[in-house]
Nanobody, 128 residues
């Protein structure tokens, strides 16, 4: 069983930055690929960023490319999402997710259905 707890959300002015954290409990964090998704009211859940289990490969959604950095610290069982130049359209609930079936160390998937565990989410509001 894997539990994921997000933190770091809140109200940020447009143009500002924030860092989200996701702490994982459960065995073998370093064997999971990890991802961040977001969901705005009335919209589908959207891929934001993903990172391979060794941290060597990352992937970003088009809407955040160039403004987001995903990283992980396997010693702390934590994955981070740093975002800058926030826009009002970044307002959403942000979720971290764990992919326990990553077939090799450099695997990163953007597909929501390939993630096995999800956190409860943290609200990010970017005000104009």
């Amino acid at each position: 069983q894997v539990q994921l707890v997000e933190s770091g959300g809140g109200l940020v002015q447009a143009g500002g930055s924030l860092r989200l954290s996701c702490a994982a409990s459960g065995p073998s964090f370093s064997t999971y690929a990890m991802g961040w998704f977001r969901q705005a009211p009335g919209k589908d859940r959207e891929f934001v960023a993903g990172i391979s289990r060794d941290g060597g490969r990352t992937s970003y959604g088009d809407s955040v490319k160039g403004r987001a950095i995903i990283s992980r610290d396997n010693a702390k069982n934590t994955v981070y999402l740093h975002m800058n130049s926030l826009k009002p359209e970044d307002t959403a609930v942000y979720y971290c997710a764990a992919d326990l079936r990553a077939p090799h160390p450099w695997w990163v998937t953007t597909t929501i259905y390939e993630y096995d565990y999800w956190g409860q989410g943290t609200q990010v509001t970017a005000s104009s």
